[in-house]
């Protein structure tokens, strides 16, 4: 499970918090237990929108197939409905954008909604397991954070949700330690992966590279 301290960065109206960690302690599952309700939430209306979505172009596509067939009058008065092939193959394609995987990247957040995106961010703050050593590719906001204790900076990539009032947020390590200016947008990949600091586990991308 996932606690949302340094770099967690969990933004609600407005307040942004650049502080994640991964696991560790009670006071860990409780805040998860808290967010988790509203992950599934979100989650659940982005699978909603994407099946609206879906139902609507389906429907576009027959009433032009009749159209052009010219079998709209027989069809409405048959009560009969057809299916494009065609159309099915491009659903089905559809879908599979909506899993957020593209050639070379086990996970593309490049390629979701707004909604969805930040709920797969979520999950991974909550079930970090599932996405240990995987390509991550995502598009978000350079924040920065400081800690005055270390000295250390930490850089994060954040996005926003479908109302922009809430954001979540990944840390991310480059090899060159060359990072851009904050709150510029940014498109990053990496690998991945967990450590420990201070007794709590955090999320980040190692190896990271930032595309232009």
């Not at 957020?100 to 957040?109: F, H, S, Y």
């Not at 990072?179 to 450590?195: A, I, K, L, N, R």
């Amino acid at each position: 499970m996932c606690k949302t301290n340094r770099l967690g960065i969990v933004l609600c109206i407005g307040m942004l918090s650049l502080a994640t960690g991964c696991g560790g302690g009670q006071t860990a599952a409780s805040k998860v237990s808290d967010q988790t309700t509203g992950v599934q939430e979100v989650l659940q209306q982005g699978m909603a929108e994407a099946e609206t979505e879906g139902a609507s172009q389906s429907n576009a596509d027959a009433s032009d197939d009749e159209k052009e067939d010219g079998t709209e009058s027989l069809s409405a008065a048959d009560g009969e409905t057809s299916q494009n092939p065609d159309s099915a193959e491009a659903v089905g394609d559809s879908e599979q954008t909506e899993l957020g995987t593209t050639e070379g990247i086990d996970v593309d957040l490049t390629t979701l909604s707004s909604t969805m995106v930040y709920s797969e961010v979520s999950n991974m703050m909550v079930n970090p397991d599932q996405y240990m050593g995987k390509t991550v590719k995502m598009s978000g906001t350079m924040s920065v954070y400081h800690d005055t204790d270390n000295g250390q900076d930490y850089y994060a990539c954040v996005i926003a949700d479908a109302t922009a009032c809430c954001s979540q947020g990944i840390e991310f390590e480059t090899t060159d330690k060359l990072y851009p200016p904050e709150g510029s947008e940014v498109t990053v990949t990496g690998v991945f992966d967990t450590y420990e600091e201070n007794g709590y586990q955090y999320c980040t991308l190692r190896g990271a590279e930032l595309i232009k």
